[in-house]
Every structure is written in structure tokens, then in C-alpha cells.
């Protein structure tokens, strides 16, 4: 007997539908395609029960005949190729026409539709992928498919389900994709009876942003236009790098119109906020990429949420640099004249290169060279300030540094002119001379008292060639908790990001930003544990408006936001009212952190345990109010950062698990000097 069997087209079908249908998101998605694909101007979809009891889909698209609607439920029955080179240029959202068959065979489907100008129109009912009536009926042009009871004959595949509150979760944020896809089609999402998104046909994207998302989301937009035809147009908005997230989660791409989650492009969206985001921090997005569709595949994922480029390292290129122009006319960036690159081949400004401001527009290649000899011995402070005696300054409260005094000042003002080039040596460089910088650091100079190069005591031409450095990259460690020890002395301040510390095994390096998230977060920990949270009122209340998706995560959270020391109030539609915050946080962070939180706490998170869900929020608040890069810290501030920190849960990570403190071994140090 053969074991090779055809399957029946009842199980390819159901086979198919774990491609295609995952959830009642994934029903949504095809559906809204196919209304967008049919020409319409309306979409209005219906969900009950997070779309296991009801999602309902309807549009006032072109409409079907009476026998295209009982072919639609067949296998690979599509209107939209004809051949295989229509593959090769897909132009709209569906194309495979497995999606309605898939749907049928795993759900109790109803069809009506009717084309303008007929009498009547028709309705199907499918059930499990069994067709039970076709009938006349009437309803405008247009077509409705009302999908009931999902996955009522597969239970194994309907236990895996989420929760309603996660499902409608993703359904929201679907159907938010989709109306910023097509601005010019009016939108109406209603979950149980209650509308949560209408957006009426707007003019561009900017006005579709504005409805779903609100004004001071846009105030933060930054225009993208860039690219070109062959390889494809990018447009859409960035934000500022103010209104910066710690995940991707507010990037919405699109790809011809179509919602993707691309890989490629959202790591060319990251490159190009490079040396003006830090590490793990994301921008905004509302990106679009008009890429030919000879030069795409779409069809490499049944849900069509992935696509392949043919020249992808250009498409890259293209949205890294429009992303730059735009963050440059924005005045975020300066052009690329103005960066400096390091050993490891990464951008970044010096910060005294605006110093240099040369006549000679040649002189702007060889300015950050200048700029970074200057700065070899100035970035690392060692601040051996009095202890001061307010206690608020010690637990960051924020206060002014002490005033920097006089001969002080003098000294280090000097020391500035000593290290600012000369302009006869910026114009040595710009006609090509041959001195090395280091040369030309000497030159035209009034101080004698400063040592100049032998060869140029005796008038001899001769280039300084500055010997290339060993790296001590390969011997930083990490630190175990059990290594470290109170006797930590902070030295100063690398950058005003890294404090540099001893103890009795070597060198220290702690990531202030870490270190203080940390600490943060087992305060907030704790306090949650005791109910007694720490609040700052604030004057005058705060409002903003929640997107349609972060509406639906706000009810479930509330209770947990509370915990943590903020006054919430719901008031009408999405909009929210901030009274009062946690006092370890600035005001101003409020409505990031905020929405952070509830973007990412979101889908299977939101299904975790309540533990695991405190530590999601404790940890987004810790890190937007711990001290940020950049900043200075008196001597006073790194003793207590190192004090507190050695009283922590986990004192060598972050809240996210990234590293707090590297260690520089004294018998590695010697043994990178070669000493025995």
C-alpha cells in the first residue's frame, strides 16, 4: 500500500490556516487588505471578545458578482496575477489567494457583497470550510465578511489564544498601521460596542498622524524625503532626538504600502540617529519606502509581514542617509565634514571642533583631527571638590555645581589657548604642508615657555609621526558581585559618563547611567513591596492623548502605574491626565516614560505573572529617572553612587542586564606593559 496520499483540499486548507491565520489579528490583516485592494474609501472594522466571538470587516470597495464570491473561497483563487511574471511585480497588498479558504476552514464565515449598479447582491455562508447557502441580498456597494467563532474546530489551535485584552491589543495596533498606511481612506475600529479609533479621510500623512496619535506626538516630527527611483523614494517622519524610547516599538514601516517588520530597514533607521542617540535608545517612525516592484519580494513569508530587497545594502544606504538629512535640516546633525572617525570605524563629534571655524573651507577635513589632539588630555576630570555639606545635592537633587574659582579658571582658560590652533597652522594644513598636526600645534605660538620639538629648535623639516596605541579592549572584564569589595575609591570622571575607580584588584569603570538605574530599581522595587510609593504633585496637570493601542494596555496597567507613584485620571476619549509623578522623576520625562510603558508592556508581557510585569515598569522608570551620560558628578555624588550601588540586589548589571561595572586587572595592566 503507497504511503504517499494527497491530502484533501479540507486539511491543505487547515494547514495553510496555521500559516496564515495566527491569531484574530492575522484574520484583520487579510481582510483590511483585501477591502484597501477592492478600491475603498471606507473601512470600518468590529471586534467582540478580542475577535474570537466576532471580527467584522466592512468597506464600500467595488464589490463582488454573485459567482466571484462563491470562487473566492476556492484555493488559490485570486483576481490579482495572471502569471509568474506578475509575481516578479507585485502592486497590491493580497495576491496569493489561499487567505479567505484558510479562514473558512477554521471559522464560521459570512460573506455579503454587491457591485454598484446591480439589483441585488449576494450573501455566502461557509462554515469549517463547508459552503451551507448562497442567497441573494442587499446592501450598498461594498462587501462585509463577518468571521465568527475562530478556530471553533480546532481547539488545540484556539487554546494557544491570548487574552481578550492582549488580542484586542494587537487588533488595534493592526488596524493603526494600516489607517497611517492609507491616509486617504477613513478608518472606524469598535471593541465591544466601544469606538477606540476613527480617522476620517485626511489629506497626508502628517493629518493622519495628528488624528491617531495626537499634536504633541507631531511637534516631535522631523519630514524624511530622500532616495531615489532606482533604488527606491523614502518619506515619512522621524522623530527629534528628544522623544527618544528604549524599544522599536513606536516604528511603524512600510514597504509599498505595505506594514512590514523589517529587519534591514529598521537597522538603517538606527544607523542613521548614530553619535546623536545613545546605545540602546530608539527613535520614532513613520517611514515609507516606494521601492519598483521588480526590485522587492514580498512573497517570502505567508503573512506577508517580511520582504526581501534585491539590492539591499542600497536600500539601506538610502534610508541611513535621508534619516541624517533630515535629523541635519533639523538641526540635530552637522554634515559629515564634522565627524571624526575612531579606531573601530564609528562617527563621532568632538566637541570643540565649532571652535575651528576656518575661512578656508579646505581647512574643515583636517579640523576634527586637530580637535582630537586637543582634547587627548581633557577628557578625563578628576574632581577632588569639598564634601558638600546639603544632603540633597549627594542624593542628585539636581543642585548648581559650586562655582568654579578664579585663578582656577584662569588656569584652565589658558590651558584652552594653548590647546585652540593657530591660524597660520589651520592654513598650513589647508595648502597641504607637509607638518603633522602635531607639528602644527607648535606653530606661530607666543608661549616660549612651552617645549617645542627638538627638530624644530634646529630649523630641521621633519614630520612627527605619533606611534599607533595598544588597545586594552581584550583585557576589560566583567565583575562578579562576590569580586567586589567596599573599599571602591572614585578617581574622576571619563567623558562625564564613566566614573573611574580603585580597589585593591585595579581599575574600576562603572557606567553611571547603569549604576543609578539600578539602584533606582531596587528602590522602586521595595516600595511597591510596602505600598508606599513616593510622589511630586504637579502644579498643573498634565494631559496627552494615548494612541489606540496604548488605550487599550492602559486600564490593565493602571493599578501598577499608581503603585509606582503616579495620579492618573482617564478623562474623555483617549486622553489622559497626569497629577502627579514619582519624585525621582523629572515632569518632563512623564509622558515618555509613560508611553513607553505602555507600548512595550504589552501582548505576552501582559500575560506574565504580576510580578514580572512590576519589574517591566519599575525598570522603564528607573532608567528615564537615573542620571544620563554627559553629566557631570562631584566627588561627593561618585561615593554615594558607589556606596548604593554596592547595596543592591545585583550590583554589576542594569536593570536590563547590561553591564554596570568592567574592571582593568592590575596584573593586567602589567602584563600590557610587559612586566613580569
Given at each position: 500500500?503507497?504511503?504517499?496520499?494527497?491530502l484533501?483540499d479540507?486539511v491543505?486548507?487547515?494547514?495553510?490556516?496555521?500559516?496564515?491565520?495566527?491569531?484574530?489579528?492575522?484574520?484583520?490583516?487579510?481582510?483590511?487588505?483585501?477591502?484597501?485592494?477592492?478600491?475603498a474609501?471606507?473601512?470600518?472594522v468590529?471586534?467582540?471578545?478580542?475577535?474570537?466571538?466576532?471580527l467584522?470587516?466592512?468597506?464600500d470597495?467595488?464589490g463582488?458578482?454573485?459567482?466571484?464570491?462563491?470562487?473566492a473561497?476556492?484555493?488559490?483563487?485570486?483576481?490579482k496575477?495572471?502569471?509568474?511574471?506578475?509575481?516578479?511585480?507585485?502592486?497590491?497588498?493580497?495576491f496569493?489567494g489561499?487567505?479567505?479558504?484558510?479562514?473558512?476552514?477554521?471559522?464560521?464565515?459570512?460573506?455579503?457583497?454587491?457591485?454598484?449598479?446591480?439589483?441585488?447582491?449576494?450573501?455566502v455562508?461557509i462554515?469549517?470550510?463547508?459552503?451551507?447557502?448562497?442567497a441573494?441580498?442587499?446592501?450598498p456597494?461594498?462587501?462585509t465578511?463577518?468571521?465568527?467563532?475562530?478556530?471553533?474546530?480546532?481547539p488545540?489551535?484556539?487554546?494557544?489564544?491570548?487574552?481578550?485584552?492582549?488580542?484586542?491589543?494587537h487588533?488595534t495596533?493592526l488596524?493603526?498601521?494600516?489607517?497611517?498606511?492609507?491616509?486617504?481612506?477613513s478608518f472606524?475600529?469598535?471593541?465591544?460596542?466601544r469606538?477606540?479609533?476613527?480617522?476620517?479621510?485626511?489629506?497626508?500623512?502628517?493629518?493622519?498622524?495628528?488624528q491617531?496619535?495626537?499634536?504633541?506626538?507631531?511637534?516631535s516630527?522631523?519630514a524624511?524625503?530622500?532616495?531615489?527611483?532606482?533604488?527606491?523614494?523614502?518619506?515619512?517622519?522621524?522623530s527629534?532626538?528628544?522623544?527618544?524610547?528604549?524599544?522599536?516599538?513606536a516604528?511603524?514601516?512600510f514597504?509599498?504600502?505595505r506594514f512590514?517588520?523589517?529587519?534591514?530597514?529598521?537597522?538603517?533607521?538606527?544607523?542613521?540617529?548614530?553619535?546623536?542617540?545613545?546605545?540602546?535608545?530608539?527613535?520614532s517612525a513613520?517611514?515609507f519606502?516606494?521601492?519598483?516592484?521588480?526590485?522587492?519580494?514580498?512573497?517570502?513569508?505567508?503573512?506577508?509581514?517580511?520582504v526581501?530587497?534585491?539590492?539591499?545594502s542600497a536600500?539601506?544606504?538610502?534610508?541611513?542617509?535621508?534619516?541624517?538629512?533630515?535629523?541635519?535640516?533639523?538641526?540635530?546633525?552637522?554634515?559629515?565634514?564634522?565627524?571624526?572617525?575612531?579606531?573601530?570605524g564609528?562617527?563621532?563629534?568632538?566637541?570643540?571642533?565649532?571652535?575651528?571655524?576656518?575661512?578656508?573651507p579646505?581647512?574643515?577635513?583636517?579640523?576634527p583631527?586637530?580637535a582630537?589632539?586637543s582634547?587627548?588630555?581633557?577628557?578625563?576630570?578628576?574632581d577632588?571638590?569639598e564634601?558638600?555639606?546639603?544632603q540633597?545635592?549627594?542624593?542628585f537633587?539636581?543642585?548648581?555645581?559650586p562655582a568654579e574659582?578664579?585663578?582656577?579658571?584662569?588656569?584652565?582658560?589658558?590651558?584652552?589657548e594653548w590647546?585652540?590652533?593657530?591660524?597660520?597652522a589651520?592654513?598650513?594644513?589647508?595648502?597641504?604642508?607637509?607638518?603633522?598636526?602635531?607639528?602644527?600645534y607648535?606653530e606661530g605660538?607666543?608661549?616660549?615657555?612651552r617645549p617645542r620639538?627638538?627638530?624644530?629648535?634646529?630649523?630641521?623639516?621633519?614630520?612627527?609621526?605619533?606611534?599607533?596605541?595598544?588597545?586594552?579592549a581584550?583585557?576589560?572584564?566583567?565583575?562578579?558581585p562576590?569580586?567586589?569589595?567596599?573599599?571602591i575609591?572614585p578617581?574622576?570622571?571619563l567623558?562625564?559618563?564613566?566614573i573611574?575607580?580603585?580597589?585593591?584588584e585595579?581599575?574600576?569603570?562603572?557606567?553611571?547611567?547603569?549604576?543609578?538605574e539600578r539602584?533606582?530599581?531596587?528602590?522602586?522595587?521595595?516600595?511597591?513591596?510596602?505600598?508606599?510609593?513616593?510622589s511630586?504633585?504637579?502644579?498643573?496637570?498634565e494631559?496627552f492623548?494615548?494612541t489606540?493601542?496604548?488605550?487599550?494596555?492602559?486600564e490593565e496597567?493602571?493599578?501598577?502605574?499608581?503603585?509606582i507613584?503616579?495620579s492618573?485620571?482617564r478623562?474623555?476619549g483617549?486622553?489622559?491626565a497626569v497629577?502627579?509623578?514619582p519624585?525621582?522623576?523629572q515632569?518632563?520625562?512623564?509622558r515618555?516614560?509613560?508611553a513607553?510603558?505602555?507600548?512595550?508592556?504589552?501582548?505576552?508581557?501582559?500575560?506574565?505573572?504580576?510580578?514580572?510585569?512590576?519589574?517591566?515598569?519599575a525598570?522603564?522608570?528607573?532608567?528615564?529617572?537615573a542620571?544620563?551620560?554627559?553629566m557631570p558628578?562631584?566627588?561627593?555624588?561618585?561615593?554615594w553612587?558607589i556606596?548604593?550601588?554596592?547595596l543592591?540586589a545585583?550590583?554589576t548589571?542594569?536593570p536590563?542586564g547590561?553591564?554596570a561595572?568592567?574592571?582593568?586587572?592590575?596584573r593586567?595592566i602589567e602584563?600590557?606593559?610587559?612586566?613580569?
Open positions: 500500500m503507497s504511503k504517499i496520499r494527497v484533501s479540507h491543505a486548507n487547515q494547514i495553510a490556516a496555521g500559516e496564515v491565520v495566527e491569531r484574530p489579528a492575522s484574520v484583520a490583516k487579510e481582510l483590511v487588505e483585501n477591502s484597501v485592494d477592492a478600491g474609501r471606507r473601512v470600518e468590529e471586534v467582540e471578545a478580542g475577535g474570537r466571538r466576532l467584522r470587516v466592512s468597506d470597495g467595488e463582488m458578482t454573485r459567482d466571484d464570491a462563491v470562487l473561497f476556492e484555493r488559490h483563487a485570486t483576481s496575477i495572471n502569471s509568474v511574471e506578475d509575481l516578479e511585480r507585485v502592486s497590491t497588498l493580497g496569493r489561499e487567505a479567505l479558504a484558510s479562514i473558512a476552514s477554521v471559522a464560521r464565515v459570512e460573506l455579503l457583497t454587491q457591485r454598484e449598479g446591480e439589483t441585488e447582491g449576494t450573501r455562508v462554515e469549517g470550510g463547508r459552503m451551507r447557502d448562497v441573494p441580498a442587499a446592501r456597494k461594498g462587501t465578511i463577518a468571521v465568527r467563532d475562530l478556530f471553533f474546530n480546532v488545540a489551535r484556539r487554546k494557544f489564544l491570548r487574552s481578550e485584552a492582549t488580542e484586542s491589543f487588533l495596533n488596524v493603526t498601521h494600516y489607517a497611517l498606511a492609507h491616509p486617504e481612506i472606524v475600529l469598535t471593541n465591544n460596542g469606538e477606540v479609533l476613527r480617522g476620517a479621510a485626511a489629506e497626508n500623512l502628517r493629518e493622519r498622524a495628528y491617531i496619535f495626537g499634536d504633541e506626538f507631531i511637534e516630527l522631523l524624511v524625503a530622500g532616495g531615489s527611483e532606482a533604488v527606491g523614494r523614502v518619506s515619512g517622519f522621524v527629534a532626538p528628544r522623544a527618544r524610547r528604549t524599544t522599536r516599538d516604528q511603524y514601516l514597504v509599498n504600502g512590514v517588520r523589517d529587519r534591514l530597514v529598521a537597522r538603517a533607521l538606527t544607523e542613521g540617529y548614530r553619535t546623536v542617540l545613545p546605545h540602546g535608545v530608539y527613535p513613520l517611514l519606502l516606494e521601492v519598483p516592484p521588480e526590485e522587492v519580494d514580498v512573497n517570502v513569508h505567508p503573512a506577508k509581514t517580511e526581501r530587497f534585491r539590492r539591499a536600500v539601506a544606504e538610502a534610508v541611513r542617509e535621508a534619516v541624517r538629512a533630515a535629523l541635519y535640516a533639523g538641526g540635530y546633525l552637522r554634515d559629515d565634514a564634522s565627524f571624526a572617525v575612531d579606531a573601530n564609528n562617527e563621532f563629534a568632538p566637541d570643540n571642533f565649532r571652535e575651528v571655524e576656518p575661512s578656508n579646505n581647512v574643515a577635513a583636517y579640523a583631527t586637530l582630537i589632539l582634547d587627548t588630555v581633557s577628557n578625563v576630570r578628576l577632588a571638590a564634601p558638600s555639606a546639603r540633597e545635592s549627594i542624593e537633587g539636581w543642585t548648581p555645581a574659582p578664579a585663578e582656577s579658571s584662569r588656569r584652565r582658560e589658558a590651558s584652552d590647546r585652540r590652533p593657530s591660524p597660520s589651520l592654513d598650513a594644513v589647508a595648502h597641504g604642508a607637509d607638518e603633522s598636526a602635531a607639528a602644527l607648535q605660538q607666543e608661549d616660549e615657555v620639538p627638538l627638530h624644530q629648535e634646529r630649523g630641521e623639516e621633519c614630520a612627527v609621526t605619533l606611534p599607533p596605541l595598544n588597545s586594552a581584550g583585557i576589560v572584564r566583567g565583575v562578579a562576590e569580586q567586589l569589595t567596599p573599599d575609591r578617581l574622576g570622571q567623558e562625564e559618563s564613566y573611574l575607580a580603585t580597589d585593591a585595579g581599575l574600576l569603570l562603572i557606567d553611571q547611567h547603569a549604576a543609578h539602584v533606582l530599581f531596587d528602590k522602586y522595587r521595595r516600595l511597591e513591596a510596602a505600598r508606599r510609593p513616593e511630586q504633585s504637579l502644579l498643573v496637570p494631559t492623548d494615548l489606540p493601542a496604548q488605550a487599550a494596555a492602559f496597567l493602571s493599578e501598577e502605574l499608581e503603585g507613584g503616579f492618573l485620571t478623562l474623555s483617549r486622553t489622559v497629577r502627579a509623578v519624585a525621582d522623576l515632569p518632563a520625562e512623564a515618555n516614560l509613560l513607553e510603558i505602555l507600548d512595550t508592556v504589552d501582548s505576552e508581557k501582559r500575560g506574565r505573572a504580576r510580578e514580572t510585569l512590576r519589574d517591566e515598569v525598570a522603564s522608570l528607573a532608567c528615564h529617572a542620571i544620563k551620560v554627559n558628578l562631584t566627588h561627593e555624588k561618585m561615593r553612587l556606596d548604593r550601588l554596592l543592591t545585583s550590583p548589571t542594569c536590563h547590561r553591564p561595572i568592567l574592571r582593568l586587572a592590575k593586567d602584563r600590557g606593559f610587559h612586566r613580569p
